[in-house]
């Protein structure tokens, strides 16, 4: 099985900058994709940004040109790179890897159980 970890949140001033990362660990036999979501109080989840095994990157509209995903395959890491955070930024931050744990099994969808990130005006 893959377990997924998620590092790094906390309290930051609005203006500010955090970094997530996210481990898979356990067995790992190939990542296809790499996504941060976010899920704040009374909404619903949200996709923040994915990586792909290829390299192409994509992003929410209310994050584009402030945050950056990116991934470290040797180390089975992804990281979401946070600058210039707003109040609405805060939220439960979920990583998700689409992976496969062995060559035979189909891949599925792992996730953390969350890192909070709270920005404060």
């Known amino acids: 099985q893959v377990q997924v970890v998620e590092y790094g949140g906390g309290l930051v001033q609005s203006g500010g900058s955090l970094r997530l990362s996210c481990v898979a660990s356990g067995s790992v036999f190939r990542i296809y994709d790499m996504s941060w979501y976010r899920q704040a109080p009374r909404k619903e989840r949200e996709l923040v940004a994915t990586?792909?095994?290829?390299?192409?990157?994509t992003y929410a509209d209310s994050v584009k040109g402030r945050f950056t995903i990116s991934g470290d395959s040797a180390k089975n890491s992804v990281y979401l790179q946070m600058n210039r955070v707003k109040p609405d930024d805060t939220a439960v931050y979920y990583c998700?890897?689409?992976?496969?744990?062995?060559?035979?099994?189909?891949?599925?969808?792992?996730w953390g159980r969350g890192t909070q990130v709270t920005v404060s005006s």
């Open positions: 990586m792909t095994g290829a390299g192409s990157t």
């Open positions: 998700n890897f689409y992976a496969s744990p062995d060559a035979r099994t189909t891949p599925a969808y792992y």
